[in-house]
């Protein structure tokens, strides 16, 4: 019954903004570490950004600065805003829910930065 559903991906122009929505349903949410990770073409899967079950964001060296992770425990949801987007940024984002050794995903977005 828990499902991670995406949403928010599309094509932009570099240099502009994004902001993808990750809603959960099926679990307790506040128990979980959030986070993004994304996949680009021929490449392994790649942590984006983390968000504690307080709060607490950490980032990728490649998006920090550009990027905010955020949460409403409310509401269910984690939230991703991106941007100076950059054509490197292209790939499927995927969200992620921690609880120890329990991982839940959920099905990607595809986020394509191109002119």
């Known amino acids: 019954q828990v499902q991670l559903v995406e949403s928010g991906g599309g094509l932009v122009q570099p240099g502009g903004s994004l902001r993808l929505s990750c809603a959960a349903s099926?679990?307790?949410?506040?128990?979980?570490?959030m986070g993004w990770y994304r996949q680009a073409p021929g490449k392994q899967r790649e942590l984006v950004a983390s968000?504690?079950?307080?709060?607490?964001?950490n980032y990728a060296d490649s998006v920090k600065g550009r990027f905010t992770i955020s949460r409403d425990n409310a509401k269910n949801t984690v939230d991703l805003q991106m941007n100076s987007l950059k054509p490197e940024d292209t790939a499927v984002y995927y969200c992620?829910?921690?609880?120890?050794?329990?991982?839940?995903w959920g099905k990607g977005t595809l986020v394509t930065v191109s002119s």
């Open positions: 099926g679990m307790t949410f506040s128990l979980y570490v």
């Open positions: 992620k829910a921690n609880w120890n050794a329990i991982n839940y």
């Open positions: 968000i504690s079950r307080g709060g607490s964001p």
